[in-house]
């Protein structure tokens, strides 16, 4: 993945900002943080004027990671990823809980469980989803281990908001699995 440098805003990004600022700070628990974050974001990602055209920048090689807003403090970022088809990341987990609204295109997420003794190790598939374009998703450790994908022919944009400093972290993956999947 490479990684942008912060970007222009909008006005819309703006407000984006400001409506999952007062998700987050209700002071939740980070899985009830999450579902109001992923209520907040539907009336935005589908807006043509969300995001500056520097944010939709891609890499022919790599998805790419736009840093947009950093909270102070650090108790929420927002970041930009653009995929173009057949770009998809590792099997990981995160630092934080997160928070995925698909801006153009679709991304497909595949979510997966640890199973067996420590000396057999793998991962069971638990679910997945085609997100289009408007529709969210969240989650919070545990249980986030997943792995997304451009699900379409042409480019695909997401807005990731983590409860997280990533401008410090650099990204919001804690593990990435090189397990084999199996059934169970």
């Known amino acids: 993945m490479s990684t942008a440098s912060r970007t222009a805003t909008t006005p819309r990004l703006d407000a ?7 998700a987050v700070n209700r002071r939740e628990t980070p899985a009830r943080t999450a579902e109001l974050v992923a209520d907040a974001l539907p009336p935005f990602l589908t807006d043509p004027g969300l995001l500056p055209a520097s ?3 891609a890499d022919p090689d790599t998805y790419t990671q736009h840093v947009l807003h950093v909270e102070d403090g650090g108790a929420f970022s927002v970041v930009a990823l653009v995929w173009l088809p057949g770009q998809a990341t590792p099997v990981h987990d995160h630092v934080a809980w997160c928070v995925t609204g698909v801006h153009l295109g679709a991304e497909d997420e595949t979510r997966y469980a640890l199973a067996g003794p420590e000396d057999d190790r793998r991962l069971v598939t638990v679910g ?7 529709s969210t998703c969240g989650f919070a450790p545990p249980g986030d281990i997943h792995r997304v994908a451009n699900a379409g022919g042409g480019p695909a944009v997401s807005l990731h908001v983590y409860g997280a400093d990533i401008g410090r972290l650099g990204s919001s993956v804690r593990r990435v699995y090189d397990l084999p999947v199996r059934e169970s």
Not at 16 to 22: E, F
């Open 128 to 134: 997945g989803a085609v997100n289009r374009a408007g």
């Open 55 to 57: 944010a939709m920048a």
């Open 16 to 22: 984006l900002v400001g409506a999952v600022r007062t």
